[in-house]
């Protein structure tokens, strides 16, 4: 912008009000709500009561809950909503981008949950949802971000990525929010891609191996630790333990929730066989 000596001094600061305005616009993304669901934890991963007692299976969820808080706050642009009844203790650093929603007596499910969060994503006018479960140990913060990166390719549309048996839906974005319900039940990843063909809308599938990899059996246990953790060394051989324990910390040293569970394997190694 050019100024004249004669250009009036309203003028100017309009003009550069306009010009400020502009590059803020072209600088910032559209923002994408981040929505996580978190059941009860005394009545979450009832399947691993086998193996693990109430008292761990609750420590687990809240290690699920950290862990998941911690990689998911540093995403641009972006608001963390919490749909849960629990009491969860977010760090100061991340309060004014987040959110608690109390489902109060409606806890009836992850549809009821996403539901709940819809309706604050619609009022607040968020380009796109992404609805992310908190068992993923493995999950990759620069593959939520290409997800989300490659919304930018349409309008109208989801990214999805299965569970690892191809019948759950792990990972979910919806452009907008509204252009499916979400459909939690038995077989989600078919429901959520038979709503999205009805619709005509886009769809992309991520193959994404370790996003597929979540916990509800002990079996998804067993599997994260020797596909991805001990790949080339049976997980109840003691011989080597050592040697792979330093390897694990190495490498995952910042995952409290494998962590947590390996302190588990460590003290009970027969349980996993």
């Not at 809950?65 to 608001?79: A, G, R, T």
Request: charge should be negative; aromatic fraction near 12%.
């Amino acid at each position: 912008m050019i100024l004249g000596r004669n250009q009036p001094w309203q003028g100017i600061l309009f003009q550069i009000f306009i010009d400020y305005y502009t590059e803020v616009e072209q600088l910032e993304d559209p923002r994408t709500a981040v929505i996580i669901p978190i059941k009860n934890f005394e009545k979450s991963k009832t399947r691993l009561g086998k193996f693990l007692n109430l008292e761990q299976r609750i420590s687990l969820c809240l290690h699920f809950v950290n862990d998941l808080i911690e990689k998911v706050s540093k995403l641009e642009q972006c608001q963390i909503i919490l749909i849960t009844n629990e009491s969860i203790d977010l760090p100061d650093t991340i309060k004014d981008k987040s959110l608690v929603i109390r489902e109060g007596d409606r806890n009836t499910g992850v549809n009821s949950a996403v539901a709940l969060a819809d309706s604050y994503v619609a009022k607040n006018k968020f380009e796109k949802s992404l609805v992310v479960p908190i068992d993923i140990p493995l999950l990759d913060l620069s593959q939520i971000k290409e997800i989300i990166q490659y919304s930018k390719n349409f309008d109208e549309g989801i990214c999805i990525v299965p569970s690892y048996r191809y019948d759950g839906t792990n990972i979910l974005l919806r452009k907008p929010h509204t252009v499916i319900e979400t459909s939690y039940d038995n077989f989600s990843f078919f429901n959520h891609i038979k709503r999205t063909m009805e619709k005509g809308a886009f769809i992309k599938i991520f193959d994404f191996e370790n996003l597929r990899a979540d916990i509800d059996t002990i079996e998804d246990i067993m599997l994260i630790f020797k596909k991805y953790v001990f790949s080339d060394r049976s997980i109840g051989d003691t011989t080597y333990s050592n040697h792979y324990y330093a390897k694990f910390i190495q490498k995952y040293e910042n995952n409290n929730t494998l962590n947590y569970l390996l302190s588990i394997l460590k003290e009970n190694h027969e349980i996993w066989h």
